[in-house]
């Protein structure tokens, strides 16, 4: 379990997943996709023999950025950061903030992947996991993700809810600048709030109150406590990238459906 200290003195327990379980994942991830290549290959290898040179090589490097690159781009995308290796193991993709991965984010990591793992054989990754504290691959490093096992134990607690008082207010206010820090700082908070002495939980809620409020516009309602202002920026950050991704994967199910009509006319 690695630590995160924020700049309020939070500090944030995070479950990124072992070298092992990571190695064991891209394994499975790697041998599925490697055995779908081939059967892909087997099953045009009528159509390639007809094929010259220059096409064989076309069509060939075609596959593979297909099968290799784009189809755990898709995958990582739909399932919001989770993959055939991954949901056997408990494993899951996340931003650094903790939030959900969006479809940058698993492009970059399985352009990156493609070069990292099959053309190193893995070695950079081994060592990239290795030397990062979260024990990223290069693709997470340039991503901005990491890997968390989502059945190693966690002080994480549950969501936030929104306030109803404060749901209309949230859903207007600009919430973009909070960043990802003090989003897990709110989120640690909310969870250990009940173990905290009272001198401990008012201390570090106006502290994390005054600093919501320093990068969040309008502000609240007057008088809106603490405890709710923090959980309805959280609740409404965690609403608007539900949405977000909800609308990515409408785009490519329009996509696929396009490219499917395509092919049939």
Known sequence: MSTLVTGDAVVVELPPAGLGTRVVGILIDVVVLV????????????????????????????????VLVVVP???????????????????????????????????????????????????????????????????????????????????????AVMPPHLAGWAERADLGQVPGQLSLAARSYLARAASLSPQARAHLGQRL??????????PPPPGTSQPDLIAAVLAERRRRDLLRLDREAAQLRRLREMTEHAREG
Do not use: Q
């Open 73 to 159: 781009a898709v995958v990582e995308t739909t399932t919001h950061g989770r993959s055939l290796g991954k949901l056997a193991l408990g494993l899951r993709v996340v931003r650094d903030d903790g939030g959900p991965v969006t479809a940058r984010h698993a492009a970059t990591r399985a352009l990156v992947g493609f070069g990292e793992i099959y053309l190193t054989a893995g070695a950079l990754t081994v060592y990239c996991v290795l030397a990062t504290n979260r024990s990223k691959r290069i693709g997470d490093v340039l991503a901005g993700t990491y890997v968390v096992s989502e059945r190693a134990p966690t002080s994480a607690g549950e969501m």
């Open 209 to 218: 109150s005054d600093d919501l409020l320093a990068l969040v516009s309008p």
């Open 35 to 66: 055995l779908v290549l081939i059967g892909l290959v087997f099953g045009l290898s009528r159509l390639l023999d007809g094929l010259d040179e220059a096409a064989f090589t076309a069509v060939t490097l075609t596959l593979v950025v297909l």
